[in-house]
DNA sequence: TCCATTATTAACGCAAATGTTAATTAACGT
DNA sequence: ACGTTAATTAACATTTGCGTTAATAATGGA
């Protein structure tokens, strides 16, 4: 499994955001097809498919001279299973004694 | 709020990684005690601290000489919020019809 | 076969990120 | 006031990331 900061970086850039954006809520997109997601060249594009691939976020299948890519559901469990471990800390209500039990001294 | 890219962006970084989860597993720290987490400079950990802070992931409390950090629960929450809301897409079976579904061509 | 289409890889320039050591700032104790 | 401790900021070198245009690869149709 790809280490969660590899993933992080990978969705740290506007442009890669807005294509597994895309992926996520249109499905599986063409390259040419999200070029439109910034005004960038082709090439640029390409490597950022290529950073995400790389990083497990995507998938790629080719079809004839077109490469059709989807967002890894593995990646986004990943995400989710991290906040998730540490569900106790942010989804509480944070009150006094919380934050007394979280910091170092005990009370 | 924190746009998700730049969150992203903050824990990205394996040294910024390691830190948010001492935080999120032993409660707030000083930058002193944070510096143990990799084996690099002072002034390089108070860089790192310096962009969790200006991410919004995690927050500082001055106390005489020293910085008493910890993580910021709403970045937690944004992150985890995310995920949630494209969890009907990882979170499935995944299985012939969803995959048709997702795609782009109706069936 | 030849050409158009789709996409990637190559080569390059520039800006941003990350590390170092030295210098500075601020609070505390004697 | 002075020295110690805690942490940051300054200045600098090196690496990484991201964009461009040009060149290459691979498939499909006339």
Redesign the pocket.
Known sequence: MTPLPETF?AL??D??FAIVERLLTEGAR????L?EV??????????????LREAGVID?R???????YSVNPEALRAISAWTISHRAFWEGSLNRLEQALQSKEEI
């Open positions: 970086a740290a850039d442009t890669r063409t390259a040419g097809e070029s910034a005004p960038i060249s082709a090439p640029a594009i390409s490597r950022h498919l290529k950073v790629q080719v079809q004839g001279t077109k490469r059709i």
